[in-house]
């Protein structure tokens, strides 16, 4: 089993859409990332967290340390939106080094 | 302000070749991180470096592979004797600290023919 599972897997979802994916880890960490990946393949960061919810324009993050559970929402979507979107974990032990989930394609349809 | 630079952004080898990948951090970023995405894959670690040091190499194989990051000038992740096992696209990552948010370079991406 991963350290780090994601759902779905894969998202179709029409513009305007309220959308939600999901990143449950199984280890202690110290903080949890959400990257995005373009068609091109480069890799963004989005946030990077420890607590609570973070906002960045239509999206947001959330995590509950308790539950060992994170979620990115993305708000009235859009095709430019579509792209793989990855959870990834730094568990105190580890360094700073990051382990990743195997990443959600969200594809945002006009 | 110019984010991670990596160079080639593409790179084709024949098996047994050497591959240098190379990686400037960001102004004012110490700490390098070098990760592989092999096709259809998630990213996975290979390497941890800090100025001229290596910090973590856990996930770096231990045979043909090795990376450097040099007091002046990039980082480099220097892959010889290549197979065709080892196309993938090869992503740095920039901190300015251990724990402050990494931010990536654009890849390389490695085709061996």
């Known amino acids: 089993k991963n350290e780090v599972e994601q759902s779905p897997q894969n998202l179709t979802a029409q513009e305007g859409e309220f959308i939600t994916i999901n990143c449950s880890y199984s280890?202690?960490?110290?903080?949890l990332h959400w990257l995005q990946q373009h068609p091109g393949g480069g890799i963004v960061s989005l946030f990077m967290?420890?607590?609570g919810k973070k906002k960045h324009g239509r999206l947001i993050a959330t995590i509950n340390i308790q539950e060992k559970h994170s979620s990115l929402h993305i708000t009235a979507s859009h095709p430019r939106d579509s792209a793989v979107y990855i959870c990834?974990?730094?568990?105190?032990?580890?360094?700073?080094?990051?382990?990743f989930g195997e990443g959600t394609q969200l594809t945002v349809n006009p | 302000n110019a984010g991670v630079m990596q160079n080639p952004r593409h790179l084709v080898r024949r098996r047994g070749q050497e591959a240098r990948l190379r990686c400037s951090p960001m102004?004012?970023?110490?700490?390098v991180y070098w990760y592989r995405q092999l096709p259809e894959e998630g990213l996975k670690f290979m390497v941890y470096?800090?100025?001229?040091?290596?910090?973590?190499e856990s996930g770096m194989p231990k045979e043909r592979f090795s990376a450097e990051f040099p007091k002046e000038g990039p980082s480099i992740l220097r892959i010889q004797q290549v197979v065709r096992g080892d196309s993938a696209a090869y992503f740095c990552?920039?901190?300015?600290?251990?724990?402050?948010?990494?931010?990536f370079g654009p890849g390389t991406r490695l085709t061996v023919l």
């Open positions: 470096l800090q100025k001229e040091n290596i910090i973590d």
């Open positions: 102004k004012g970023h110490s700490h």
């Open positions: 967290l420890s607590s």
């Open positions: 280890v202690g960490i110290s903080a």
């Open positions: 990552a920039s901190a300015r600290t251990a724990t402050d948010t990494q931010y």
């Open positions: 990834a974990v730094r568990p105190p032990t580890s360094g700073s080094r990051l382990t």
